[in-house]
């Protein structure tokens, strides 16, 4: 297939689907990865798609998230570390908060799969629909409007759902963690209700891997000073050690 075909197919599958993965392009094209690699380059250069590790995606006008579709698909190595590093600080019999993240996700199958008896308060709907099968698992659900690029329920109903509950233990993620400008998200409505299960919980905890110390996002969730305990997958620089000791900010590194 000669590259602008391969371009116009690119093209039509994110017109249709939103997202797409280098995997699935080079079996449906009949090429190497590394050919859809360099077409994803060229239009990401000309402006019509932006790329990720792993796929491309539309960005929304209003909502810069990544796709869950593609989110699900990349880094879960560290993901799974996170998660596996995370269940540590869970006891039976818990509440806790989690929130619409793939990390937060690995958390619950943890969950599941060790059957321990918690109760989950989440607005994330893959957590639910995890949460349905599960044994000994009481599920919370916020409700709201359905943001499908997270699979999550956001907005004023979710909110004011959400800070009506008050849980031992708040596992959040973000789009970005900056040292200046604190925790940052894509999206002011995802951004809002971490906020409150930042607020809500006892002890709170930021799951975040390596690619989240980056630039800020274009919506603040709160100051650094508010985060009580970082899980992520790898020793961080000097700077950044040394502000978050600071702040009284307790970093845990899961390995594996």
């Given at each position: 297939m000669?590259?602008?075909d391969?371009h116009k197919?690119?093209q039509?599958?994110?017109q249709?689907k939103?997202s797409?993965?280098?995997s ?6 009949n090429?190497?990865?590394?050919t859809?690699r360099?077409d994803?380059?060229e ?5 019509k ?12 006008e209003?909502d810069k998230e990544?796709p869950i ?7 879960t190595?560290e993901?799974?570390?996170i ?5 540590e ?21 943890k969950?599941k ?5 918690v ?18 698992i ?13 699979n999550s ?6 909110t ?5 509950y008050?849980a031992?233990?708040a596992?959040?993620?973000c789009s ?5 400008q604190g ?11 971490r906020k409150?299960?930042l ?9 975040v891997?390596?690619?989240?110390f ?6 603040k ?20 050690t ?12 899961a390995?594996?």
């Amino acid at each position: 297939m000669l590259k602008v075909d391969r371009h116009k197919f690119i093209q039509e599958q994110l017109q249709e689907k939103g997202s797409i993965m280098v995997s699935a392009l080079s079996f449906e094209l009949n090429v190497t990865e590394e050919t859809i690699r360099r077409d994803l380059e060229e239009l990401e250069q000309q402006e019509k798609l932006k790329r990720v590790r792993g796929g491309a995606y539309l960005p929304q006008e209003f909502d810069k998230e990544v796709p869950i579709q593609i989110r699900e698909n990349i880094y879960t190595t560290e993901k799974e570390l996170i998660a596996k590093k995370a269940m540590e600080f869970i006891s039976p019999n818990d509440t806790i908060m989690l929130d619409s993240s793939t990390t937060a996700y690995h958390i619950a199958l943890k969950i599941k799969e060790a059957r321990i008896k918690v109760t989950i308060i989440t607005n994330s709907l893959k957590i639910s629909q995890l949460a349905e099968t599960a044994t000994g698992i009481k599920l919370v659900c916020t409700g709201g409007v359905l943001r499908q690029s997270s699979n999550s329920f956001v907005g004023y109903s979710a909110t004011d759902s959400l800070s009506q509950y008050f849980a031992d233990k708040a596992f959040v993620s973000c789009s970005t963690l900056c040292l200046k400008q604190g925790m940052t998200d894509n999206s002011s409505r995802e951004g809002a209700l971490r906020k409150i299960m930042l607020e809500n919980a006892q002890e709170n905890y930021l799951i975040v891997d390596y690619t989240k110390f980056d630039a800020p996002s274009l919506y603040k969730i709160a100051d650094l000073a508010e985060v009580e305990t970082i899980i992520t997958d790898k020793p961080l620089n000097k700077l950044t050690t040394t502000t978050l000791s600071n702040q009284n900010i307790k970093v845990v590194i899961a390995t594996e």
